[in-house]
C-alpha cells in the first residue's frame, strides 16, 4: 500500500498487482482443482461405471488419476465401462504433462498465443530457464510422449493381441502404456501384473515406460542438446539423475530379492530369473510407477521398509513421478557429507550447490515429513489397521506410487478423504502447499547473527 497527495491529504492507494495476489503455487492448486472437480462429477454419472460411483469415491479415483499415484477404491478394470477407462487415460495423461504444460498445448492447438505469465509457470513446472523457447520445448515434449507410449503400445500389444484379440489387446496395450509411461499405476488386471510375474516382454516394457517417465523432461531435453557433447556437458542434475536412478534401482533389486527370495507368498514361489525380474520390477515401482507383479501385502516387514524408502525418495523433478525427488535425496544426503567432513561447500562433479538448492531440499524433506505424521495420526485415529500397513499406505499415496499393502481398499469416509489431500500435495508438492499458506514479508531489516546449540 502506497499513498498519493489529494488536497493536502494522502489517499492510499494499492500498488499489489493481480499477479502479486494470484502467486504462482496458488494457480497450479487452482488450475489443479478446477481439472479435479469436473472430473469426480464425471465419473459418476452412469456411461463412465457399470454400477454407479458415489462422489467420494469418484473424486478419490480422480485425484489418483489426476496425481498419477495409482491407488484405487474400486476395481478399474471391471467397475469401469470403455468411456470410463478412457477418462481415466486422459485424467492420467493430464496428470502425467501437468496443468501448464496441458494449457501450453491447448493454446498452442487453437493457434493462441501464452501469456508471458503462462510462460513463466509452465517453464518453472519443467525446470527450464527463462530463455528456453516454450513453444519448441512443449512440442519435444509431446512428440517424446506420444513416441515412448506408441512403443510400449507395440510391444504390449506382441503380447495381449494374440491373448485377447486384436479390439481388446490393443485397448490393454494402450491404457497400461499411458498408465505406465505417466507413474499412474492404473491397471485393467485386478491382480494388477501378477499373473505377467515372470514374463521379461511385459515386465521390461511396462518398466522401461515408467522409468523414462521418472527421468523428467529436463533430463531427456538435456541429453537430447548434449549427448553427442559427451556427459562432461551435461548439466548438474541430468548427471545426477543418470547416475543416481540406475544405482537406486540396483540397490533396491538387491535389497528386495535378499529380503523376499525366501517368502514362498512374495519371490519364493519363482525360479531364479523370475525372482531377480520380480525384485527388478518392485524396485523400479516403488519409485512411484505404482503397478506390482507380486502381492505387495505379502511381503515381509523388512522388504515393505525397503519399499518406503524408495518410495520416498521417488522419481525425477520434472517428472511424471513423485516422491521428495531424487536431486533433493542426493543434494541433502552431499549436505550432510559436507558437513561431517567441515567443509563450508557442497560440491559435486566440480561445481559448487548453491546455499538455495541446499536449503530447498533440507525444507523439502523437513515439510514431507510433517505432512506424513499427520496423515498418519489422522489415519491412525481413522482406521482399524496396523501401524506399518497405516505408514506404508501413506507413504504410497504421498509419493504419488499407488502399490498398496491391502488398507486403500477398507479405507472409511474420513480415511479416503485423508489419501485424497495427501495425493493432492504429494503431487502438487508439499512446498507449494508451504508457499501458498504461508505470507512472505520481505523487510530490508538485518539483525545480528547468533548460535544455537543444536546436535
Known amino acids: 500500500m502506497s499513498f498519493i497527495p489529494n488536497r493536502g491529504m494522502y489517499v492510499p492507494i494499492k500498488t499489489e498487482n493481480r499477479d502479486k495476489r494470484w502467486s504462482e503455487p496458488k494457480i497450479i ?153 505417466n507413474n499412474a499405476g492404473f491397471s485393467l488386471f485386478s491382480d494388477g501384473l501378477t499373473r505377467y510375474v515372470d514374463d521379461p516382454l511385459v515386465i521390461i516394457t511396462i518398466a522401461s515406460l515408467f522409468i523414462f517417465g521418472g527421468l523428467g523432461f529436463t533430463v531427456i531435453s538435456d541429453l537430447k542438446r548434449n549427448a553427442h557433447r559427451g556427459f562432461h556437458f551435461l548439466s548438474l542434475h541430468s548427471k545426477i539423475m543418470i547416475i543416481a536412478t540406475p544405482v537406486l534401482l540396483f540397490v533396491g533389486t538387491v535389497m528386495i530379492w535378499l529380503l523376499e527370495h525366501h517368502n514362498s507368498h512374495t519371490l519364493g514361489s519363482l525360479n531364479e530369473s523370475g525372482q531377480w525380474l520380480a525384485a527388478f520390477f518392485q524396485s523400479a515401482t516403488a519409485r512411484t510407477a505404482g503397478f506390482n507383479s507380486v502381492d505387495i501385502g505379502q511381503f515381509t516387514q523388512p522388504g515393505l521398509l525397503i519399499m518406503m524408502l524408495l518410495m520416498l525418495i521417488g522419481a525425477g523433478s520434472t517428472s511424471t513421478g513423485g516422491g521428495i525427488k531424487v536431486s533433493t535425496f542426493v543434494v541433502a544426503i552431499l549436505a550432510t557429507w559436507s558437513f561431517l567432513k567441515q567443509r563450508d561447500r557442497v560440491v559435486l562433479f566440480k561445481r559448487t550447490i548453491s546455499n538455495q538448492t541446499v536449503t530447498k531440499s533440507l525444507a523439502i524433506i523437513v515439510v514431507s515429513g510433517i505432512v506424513l505424521t499427520i496423515a498418519m495420526f489422522a489415519l491412525m485415529i481413522t482406521e482399524k489397521a496396523p501401524f506399518y500397513e497405516v505408514m506404508f499406505e501413506t507413504i504410497s499415496a504421498f509419493a504419488t506410487v499407488g502399490v498398496t499393502a491391502g488398507l486403500t481398499a477398507t479405507l472409511s469416509e474420513p480415511g479416503k478423504y485423508i489419501m485424497i489431500v495427501v495425493m493432492i500435495i504429494g503431487r502438487l508438492g508439499p512446498l507449494t502447499l508451504a508457499y501458498m499458506l504461508a505470507r512472505p514479508k520481505p523487510t530490508l531489516l538485518k539483525y545480528p547473527e547468533d548460535n544455537v546449540a543444536a546436535g
Not at 470410463?84 to 498452442?108: D, E, N, P, R
Not at 503462462?118 to 527463462?130: D, F, H, I, R, V
Not at 519435444?140 to 503400445?153: D, K, N, Q, R, T
Request: hydrophobic share 55%; net charge neutral; glycine share 8%.
Open 29 to 181: 492448486i487452482f488450475s489443479f482443482l478446477a481439472i479435479l472437480i469436473p472430473a469426480a462429477i464425471l465419473l459418476t454419472l452412469p456411461v463412465f461405471s457399470v454400477s454407479g460411483l458415489s462422489f467420494t469415491d469418484a473424486l478419490f479415483t480422480a485425484t489418483s488419476a489426476i496425481s498419477v499415484t495409482g491407488l484405487g477404491v474400486v476395481d478399474t478394470g471391471s467397475h469401469f465401462s470403455i468411456s470410463g477407462k478412457i477418462l481415466l487415460m486422459f485424467l492420467m495423461q493430464i496428470g502425467g504433462l501437468g496443468q501448464m504444460t496441458l494449457s501450453a498445448v491447448l493454446l498452442y492447438m487453437f493457434g493462441l498465443r501464452l501469456s508471458l505469465r503462462q510462460q513463466a509457470l509452465t517453464k518453472e513446472q519443467l525446470g527450464q530457464e527463462q530463455f528456453t523457447n516454450i513453444r519448441r520445448l512443449v512440442k519435444h515434449i509431446i512428440i517424446f510422449v506420444l513416441i515412448c507410449e506408441l512403443i510400449g503400445v507395440f510391444f504390449l500389444s506382441i503380447r495381449w493381441v494374440p491373448e485377447m484379440g486384436w479390439e481388446q489387446g490393443l485397448f490393454f496395450a494402450v491404457f497400461h502404456s499411458i498408465s505406465a509411461f
